[in-house]
Antibody, heavy 125, light 108 residues
Framework: EVQLVESGGGLVQPGRSLRLSCAASGFTFDDYAMHWVRQAPGKGLEWVSGISWNSGSIGYADSVKGRFTISRDNAKNSLYLQMNSLRAEDMALYYC??????????????????WGQGTMVTVSS | SSELTQDPAVSVALGQTVRITCQGDSLRSYYASWYQQKPGQAPVLVIYGKNNRPSGIPDRFSGSSSGNTASLTITGAQAEDEADYYCNSRDSSGNRVVFGGGTKLTVL
């Protein structure tokens, strides 16, 4: 079964750090780009960051650039998000999502075909 | 504010056809993908590419695009289609992914 399981969320004070993890199973992890998408309570989806299959291409939303770092360990089938200098506006459910297209295939869009159930990050003093 | 614009809410009578739109300059160069999200659940991909459905998505869901507007059409809406729908694509620079603000679909 294709599955993504996020972990690492919790309550953190403003200005502190947190590291999220996403464990992948059921597919060839190192064939696909991976992404983090977040959703604040009662709000819409916001793309946070994405990383190519070999970590050669990385992107961030302006709202997190310079504070968050995405990484992956293909040997461990795992995706990570290091979040530093957390703010109240970073409070959200963080989803890990798999890119649809495998490496080597031209991607006409940014479809995410598999999503985890999310891990909640609460930023509060 | 998002670079992809969606109507906040749309309603449709049971069994009728509804179109949900997504507008943005980047859609002239990139296809949109569409996601369905029900309360308390993760998003589900329903349309990608020119007009492709992942396995398990009913054929009443279809996609189209014209100029700077992408559309998701549900032909013969069912009660279980009531959900939030999001589009995503690239931003105007082409370097980042963006989501539309979402459309809440009510099936009457």
């Amino acid at each position: 079964e294709v599955q993504l399981v996020e972990s690492g969320g919790g309550l953190v004070q403003p200005g502190r750090s947190l590291r999220l993890s996403c464990a992948a199973s059921g597919f060839t992890f190192d064939d696909y780009a991976m992404h983090w998408v977040r959703q604040a309570p009662g709000k819409g989806l916001e793309w946070v960051s994405g990383i190519s299959w070999n970590s050669g291409s990385i992107g961030y939303a302006d709202s997190v650039k310079g504070r968050f770092t995405i990484s992956r360990d293909n040997a461990k089938n795992s995706l990570y998000l290091q979040m530093n200098s957390l703010r109240a506006e970073d409070m959200a459910l963080y989803y890990c999502a798999k890119g649809l297209y495998p490496r080597g295939q031209l991607a006409p869009d940014d479809a995410f075909d598999i999503w985890g159930q999310g891990t909640m990050v609460t930023v509060s003093s | 504010s998002s670079e992809l614009t969606q109507d906040p809410a749309v309603s449709v009578a049971l069994g009728q056809t509804v179109r949900i739109t997504c507008q943005g300059d980047s859609l002239r160069s990139y296809y949109a993908s569409w996601y369905q999200q029900k309360p308390g659940q993760a998003p589900v991909l329903v349309i990608y590419g020119k007009n492709n459905r992942p396995s398990g998505i009913p054929d009443r869901f279809s996609g189209s695009s014209s100029g700077n507007t992408a559309s998701l059409t549900i032909t013969g809406a069912q009660a279980e289609d009531e959900a939030d729908y999001y589009c995503n694509s690239r931003d105007s620079s082409g370097n980042r992914v963006v989501f539309g603000g979402g459309t809440k679909l009510t099936v009457l």
